[in-house]
């Protein structure tokens, strides 16, 4: 293998002089194939077991098979064919049994896709960076409500409240050392000294998320892209995705990091201060102790002042290479944040007689303030979209008629991430107190703004399984439909109802990925009014559900204690289910691996709004075929087909926009199984629009697109005009054959969204896309006349 990659490097080095090939003989042609999401292994790809990895590192490379190591020196045996290449990236996405973590990082992950989601528009840059800065401060506002979790969880229900009472630290002798009455009033039993050691807790849990993503961000937001040198025949304003510095955004994650680190450790010392500061604020207080508590807490004030400046201060630089990196933020804020915990921790373990632990540590305040302030933020949020949609392009084009939920999916996803944060925290606290207190009366438990809020799942679940029906009743007359379809399809092939049923049914099931705005659209909408329900009735009444509906109707009664009951199990056994899903990813390749599929399409979003999400695979994907295509045709002067499938198809496509004009001409596009515009135009229209596409139709050689009916994920691309037949071939027959026939003795398999390379139609498209890549027919087509 090493011979062969140094082989290979001779062959194409960047930087060489003249093609490979002998003077005088045609240059080899490439098919570079990128798999999609779940990830293969480049014996499938190549269907050859015998390959050698052409260059790369073992997480992500280019293969080719052995014995095709030497083709650019063999023209002569590849006039018929071209050279396979495999680009395998599974490894940027399910690679070892740490990436399990990543599930903790799931409301991160969704707010990252909210900046994403804006709606298509022209001009409007103010509109369009106040989207950006209000999905920003909707991160912060998760990264906040996290780590008051934590706190919630360590300072008050084991520090304050478990270890305070006699009989819940009898039942944990591991707390003795912090319970005054097993301890017999020892030193770290009082109240400040053991709230100064459990901050060591969520002080650790904000060390890890700026490790995860310190280290994520040198392996993936640092990798260089192409050295972009603009061409006179050049556009002026290329893309967005086709933008130099897209898909390098190392210095706005630094800053972010910084910013969400610095919040984590205010928030910390903000839980540790604030209960000292009301002691000596009160009758018997210490004066100067009090005047230390004001200092602190005008610190921790001002350093959030300046961790709200940063992030609202600078968004992504994308049209510029930005090589910047602003160290000297990077590196004082969170220390700054970090000298304010070690003075907070030391001013709260002063003592202080006569201070006991009673009751609550922390109300009701502090979930409310990030409650509220969620929700007004994704109020904020869609009343910008709504903006931004009704302006054109977005408005009266297709991007309008096409884009999610009318412009509104960036504010639903964005609602949704905070209420997965919101039951995620919720359930850790909820379960944490169960744990503790095992008869249910020798401590207060969590706030009551946290039972509320599991209280809500039940309704919303009743919501969803209505939909669900409705769902399922659409899809069975769907199916009905679909039949006379299927025998359209297969005219001269004796009728077999029950093939016809499993077809019909299969492709009404895959019809359902359209419908997918509707279900977002529904559970936002409920997430919302049940939300804010929750929030006005636990600050409102201070109680519980059901203590809250004590005296009211009966059917009022039952069903506010059925919904507080019945929450609480969801909300604990949905904690569990979490629990044992990571650890058996942990452990299970295969639970990885599908761990890993959701994370292709979560992650390929570089990191804008998030810091502590899960990394972007794109910004070292984008730049490996990126660097792969224009160095081979710069040195070997051949054709080429970049062949995507499924998510594939979304990182060929991103990588043919990064290329220069005078190489994107002589590449040609081949896609199939592919979600451009049925999930990524619709979701994300500002970057897969219309427009966006029509300009990449326009700018490569050739573009063909393969899709099947049958197919959840893969769609056409359906550019507007009479431009998307030259895009688009018809739906291939899935299954190939209806029943029995000399070439298929044996029943076809539904194939769905696998298996493309098996139609006949795959090969017959690429070799039309090499015929018209003649090096005398650089372009697509001689554009009308005007």
């Keep these: 293998m090493e011979r062969a990659q140094q082989q290979t490097a001779a062959d194409g080095a960047v930087g060489t002089d003249g093609p ?72 940027l996405t399910s690679g070892n049994s740490a990436r399990a973590l990543w599930l903790l990082l799931l409301p991160f992950m969704v707010v990252n896709l909210a900046h994403w989601m804006r709606p298509a528009t022209r001009g409007h840059r103010r509109t369009v960076r106040l989207y950006g800065l209000l999905v920003r401060l909707a991160g912060l506002t998760l990264t906040v409500l996290l780590v008051a979790a934590a706190c919630e969880v360590a300072l008050d229900l084991v520090a304050w409240q478990c270890a305070g009472v ?19 009033d020892g030193w770290w039993s009082l109240p400040g000294r053991r709230l100064a050691l459990a901050a060591l807790v969520p002080a650790a849990l904000t060390f890890l998320l700026w490790y995860l993503s310190r280290r994520t961000w040198s392996a993936y937001e640092s990798q260089p892209p192409l050295p972009h040198r603009p061409e006179p025949d050049e556009q002026t304003e290329p ?22 680190t610095a919040a984590g450790l205010l928030t910390v010392a903000a839980a540790v201060v604030a209960p000292a500061a ?39 630089s994308e049209n510029r290479l930005d090589q910047e990196l602003d160290e000297h933020l990077v590196r004082r804020l969170p220390l700054a944040a970090l000298v304010l915990l070690g003075l907070a921790l030391p001013y709260a373990g002063w003592s202080r007689p006569g201070w006991q632990s009673a009751g609550r540590l922390s109300q009701d305040t502090a979930f409310g303030v990030i409650a509220l302030a969620q929700g007004l933020l994704v109020v904020v949020i869609a009343v910008v979209a709504h903006l931004l949609h009704r ?27 905070c209420a997965l944060g919101g039951v995620m925290t919720g359930g850790v606290a909820q379960r944490v107190a169960d744990w503790l207190d095992g008869t249910g009366s020798s401590i207060d438990g969590p706030p009551v703004l946290l039972t509320w809020q599991a209280s809500v799942i039940p309704p919303l679940l009743v919501a969803l399984l209505a939909l669900v029906v409705w769902l399922s009743w659409r899809t069975w007359r769907l199916r009905g439909a679909e039949r006379a379809a299927v025998r359209l399809d297969y005219p001269k092939e004796p ?24 279900l977002v659209a529904v559970v936002s909408a409920t997430t919302l009014l049940l939300g804010a329900a929750a929030l006005v009735g636990g600050l409102d009444t201070g109680k519980t559900p059901g203590e809250a509906a004590a005296h009211t109707y009966a059917v009022v009664r039952g069903a506010a204690e059925t919904a507080q009951a019945l929450g609480s199990w969801l909300i604990g056994f949905g904690f569990v289910l979490f629990v044992t899903w990571g650890r058996r990813a942990y452990k299970d390749p295969s639970a990885r691996r599908t761990i890993g599929i959701l994370w292709d399409v979560g992650t390929f979003w570089p990191r804008a709004a998030h810091p ?25 002067g051949g054709r080429l087909v970049i062949s995507g499938h499924s998510q594939g198809s979304v990182l060929a496509a991103a990588a043919a926009w990064q290329l220069t004009p005078s190489v994107r001409k002589r590449v040609a596009l081949l896609t199939y199984g592919s979600p451009l515009e049925r999930l990524y135009g619709r979701w994300f ?96 087509r001689p554009e009308p006349a005007a």
């Design 20 to 91: 490979a090939t002998r003077p005088g003989t045609a240059p080899v042609d490439l098919e570079l194939l990128v798999h999609g999401v779940g990830g293969t292994t480049p014996e499938e790809m190549l269907d050859d077991p015998c390959t050698v990895r052409i260059t790369g590192d073992d997480t992500a490379a280019v293969f080719r098979r052995a014995a095709d190591v030497d083709a650019e020196h063999r023209p002569e045996d590849y006039r018929d064919k071209p050279v396979p290449e495999a680009y395998v990236w599974c490894n």
């Design 166 to 184: 006699e009989a819940c630290a009898a039942r944990h002798s591991w707390l003795g050392f912090l319970s005054p009455a097993a301890s017999g």
């Design 239 to 260: 893309t967005a995705l086709g933008s130099p510095g897209f898909w390098y955004g190392r210095r706005l994650v630094a800053r972010l990091r910084a910013a969400h």
């Design 278 to 316: 009301r002691v000596d604020r009160g009758p018997g207080g210490s004066d100067v102790l009090d005047t230390l508590g004001l200092l602190l807490i005008a610190a921790l004030c001002g350093t959030a002042a300046a961790v709200l400046w940063v992030v609202c201060r600078r968004g992504r």
């Design 391 to 417: 302006t054109p392009p977005a408005g009266p084009g297709p991007a309008g008629r096409r884009a999610a939920m009318r412009g509104l999916g960036g504010p639903a996803v964005a609602l949704l991430a």
């Design 495 to 518: 009728a077999d109802p029950a093939t016809t049923r499993r077809i019909a049914r299969t492709r009404a099931m895959a019809a359902l990925t359209d419908r997918a705005p509707l």
């Design 612 to 636: 502590f999400a899960p990394p972007c695979y794109a910004e070292r994907a984008v730049p490996d075929l990126t660097w792969r295509m224009a160095t081979w045709t710069q040195h070997t």
């Design 685 to 780: 229209p500002a970057y897969f629009g219309p427009a966006e596409l029509g300009s990449l139709h326009r700018e490569v050689a050739c573009w063909r697109n393969l899709y099947r009916l049958t197919d959840p994920i893969g769609g056409p691309v359906r550019l507007p005009g009479d431009r998307g037949p030259d895009v688009d071939r018809g739906p291939l027959k899935d299954p190939l054959a209806y029943g029995r026939t000399p070439r298929h003795p044996l029943p076809a398999p539904i194939l769905g969204h696998s298996d493309y390379q098996a139609d006949p139609a795959f090969a017959e498209e690429r070799e039309r896309l090499l015929a018209r890549l003649r090096p005398d027919v650089p372009g697509q």
